[in-house]
C-alpha cells in the first residue's frame, strides 16, 4: 500500500543487503533493481536505500588505510582487461585500462588529465 512505512527492522535489513551488495561489487544500478525485486519497494526507495548504503561505504574509506583497496582495484582491473582482450571484447579492455590508469597512474602524474568526451 502507497503512504505505509516500513518496519524499522525491514528498513534495516534493506539497508544491510544493499551494503553487502555493493561492498561487494555489485554495481549501483543493479543493487537498486535487486533491493525494489527482493524487498518489494518502489524503485526510488531502492535508490534512497542504495545511496545511504554507499554512503556509509565511502564513509568507511575515510577511516580505513587505502592502499590495500587500491591494489586489489588495480588487481580486479588488470584481471578484467586480459579477460577481456582474450574474450576478443577490446572495447571493455580498453575500458579496463582506461580505469585503471584515472585510478592508479593519472593521480601520480605531473601532466594534466586528457579532456573526458562524453558521446
Known amino acids: 500500500m502507497p503512504g505505509q512505512r516500513a518496519p524499522k527492522s525491514v528498513r534495516a535489513q534493506?539497508?544491510?543487503?544493499?551494503?553487502?551488495?555493493l561492498?561487494?561489487?555489485?554495481?549501483?544500478?543493479?543493487?537498486?533493481?535487486?533491493?525494489?525485486?527482493?524487498?518489494g519497494c518502489s524503485r526510488r526507495t531502492a535508490q534512497n536505500v542504495a545511496?545511504?548504503?554507499?554512503?556509509?561505504?565511502?564513509?568507511m574509506l575515510d577511516a580505513i588505510e587505502v592502499r590495500p583497496l587500491l591494489a586489489e582495484t588495480i588487481h580486479r582491473l588488470q584481471r578484467i582487461?586480459?579477460?577481456?582482450?582474450?574474450?576478443?571484447?577490446?572495447?571493455a579492455a580498453v575500458g579496463a585500462?582506461?580505469?585503471l590508469h584515472e585510478y592508479a597512474i593519472a593521480p601520480h602524474s605531473n601532466r594534466p588529465?586528457?579532456?573526458?568526451h562524453h558521446a
Open 14 to 21: 534493506r539497508h544491510q543487503f544493499a551494503l553487502e551488495k
Open 81 to 91: 582487461a586480459d579477460r577481456a582482450e582474450q574474450a576478443g571484447q577490446y572495447a
Open 97 to 99: 585500462v582506461k580505469a
Open 113 to 116: 588529465a586528457p579532456p573526458r
Open 23 to 39: 561492498a561487494g561489487g555489485t554495481p549501483y544500478c543493479e543493487t537498486v533493481a535487486l533491493v525494489a525485486r527482493n524487498w
Open 51 to 59: 545511496t545511504t548504503a554507499l554512503n556509509e561505504i565511502a564513509e
